[in-house]
């Protein structure tokens, strides 16, 4: 299973961005579809997860802003961010999990404040 995000760029605080995540399997393939982050100096963490069931899960610090969402037909898990915090600045990394655990390549999001 390959993996391309996009969508990344530099936003001010407040505004939105929506990243895209291209996957080269059949996403009913997957059990599992997420997005995580890595900040500078600190470990990659769990934004968000949506399950083959479509059941979403949402790190605290993002419940109410951000929205994970598939398309099937398309094969791809986006991420919707909106009220962005400097905070949420990071290398955004999309996910796939099968038998297996796939990464893909992370996308820059940078919020200024």
């Known amino acids: 299973v390959q993996l391309q995000a996009s969508g990344g760029g530099l936003v001010q605080a407040g505004g939105s961005l929506r990243l895209s995540c291209a996957v080269s399997?059949?996403?009913?393939?997957?059990?599992?579809l997420g997005w995580y982050r890595q900040a500078p100096g600190k470990q990659r963490e769990m934004v968000a997860i949506?399950?083959?069931?479509?059941?979403?899960d949402y790190a605290d610090f993002v419940k109410g802003r951000f929205t994970i969402s598939r398309d099937n037909a398309k094969n791809t898990v986006d991420l919707q961010m909106d009220s962005l915090k400097a905070e949420d600045t990071a290398v955004y990394y999309c996910?796939?999990?099968?038998?297996?655990?796939?990464w893909g390549k992370g996308t820059q999001v940078t919020v200024s404040s």
């Open positions: 949506i399950d083959y069931g479509g059941h979403r």
């Open positions: 996910n796939a999990i099968t038998s297996r655990t796939y």
């Open positions: 399997a059949s996403i009913f393939s997957i059990n599992a």
